[in-house]
């Protein structure tokens, strides 16, 4: 079955700092990517998505780049910032019509002042 | 706009209750799900429905019902609570069918405990 593995955290970051959180998947079809980001205390709320190869998502200065000959999706920002801190879970999304979403464990991220 | 609502938000049980954990969505939206979130395992499906009238088991169903009560609601049932289910749980939605972006709407979360 489809499978998502991200980086292990929790990751600690100086303010400013480069960020890389790396996720691989594992699926029969050619499915969506996504990274989803949660705030403490709050639900998981889309930060961006790539639906084919070599198709970049950005958003907030964030980006993931659908690499598919390397069957990865890592997460980038160059420069973090304290209102960053949250958990980025990566996900991937067949293609049928439930549209399901498989989900890594998530990593925790924490940006120091 | 509200969204994806949950309630409650908070829960304490005993071993061998029950509960229904309630959920609406105000976007129109075809498709609903529940996940619940534990520590270092992300997110696991539980039930979900791709449309109305229908239900369908997730990756760890046991121990639970599902009911979609109409297009809006999809409520999730414990109906004899076990320590394992300590968790907490997400309802969510999306378009779902032609109009399926893959994007999930969640809602703010239950946290459950069963002692």
């Known amino acids: 079955g489809d499978s998502v593995t991200q980086m292990e955290g929790p990751v600690t970051l100086s303010e400013e700092a480069f960020l890389t959180i790396n996720c691989t998947y594992t699926?029969?079809?050619?499915?969506?990517l996504f990274w989803y980001v949660q705030y403490p205390g709050e639900g998981l709320q889309l930060l961006l998505k790539?639906?084919?190869?070599?198709d970049k998502g950005s958003n907030k200065g964030f980006e993931a780049t659908y690499r598919k000959e390397t069957t990865s999706f890592h997460l980038e920002k160059g420069s973090v910032q304290v209102s960053d801190s949250a958990v980025y879970f990566c996900?991937?999304?067949?293609?049928?019509?439930?549209?399901?979403?498989?989900f890594g464990s998530g990593t925790q991220l924490t940006v120091l002042p | 706009n509200a969204g994806v609502t949950q309630t409650p938000k908070f829960q304490v049980l005993k071993t061998g209750q029950s509960m229904t954990l309630q959920c609406a969505q105000d976007?129109?939206?075809?498709?609903m799900y529940w996940y619940r979130q534990d520590p270092g395992m992300g997110l696991r499906l539980i039930y979900y429905?791709?449309?109305?009238?229908?239900?369908d088991k997730g990756e760890v169903p046991n121990g639970y019902n599902v009911s979609r009560l109409n297009k809006r609601e999809f409520s999730l049932r414990l109906e004899s609570a076990a320590p394992s289910q300590t968790s907490v749980y997400f309802c969510?939605?999306?378009?779902?069918?032609?109009?399926?972006?893959?994007?999930?709407?969640f809602g703010e979360g239950s946290r459950l405990t069963v002692l």
């Open positions: 790539a639906t084919k190869a070599d």
């Open positions: 429905s791709a449309s109305e009238g229908t239900t």
């Open positions: 699926a029969t079809g050619y499915p969506s």
């Open positions: 969510a939605s999306t378009y779902g069918g032609g109009l399926n972006t893959g994007e999930l709407f």
């Open positions: 976007m129109n939206h075809n498709s």
């Open positions: 996900a991937l999304s067949d293609r049928g019509s439930a549209r399901q979403l498989t």
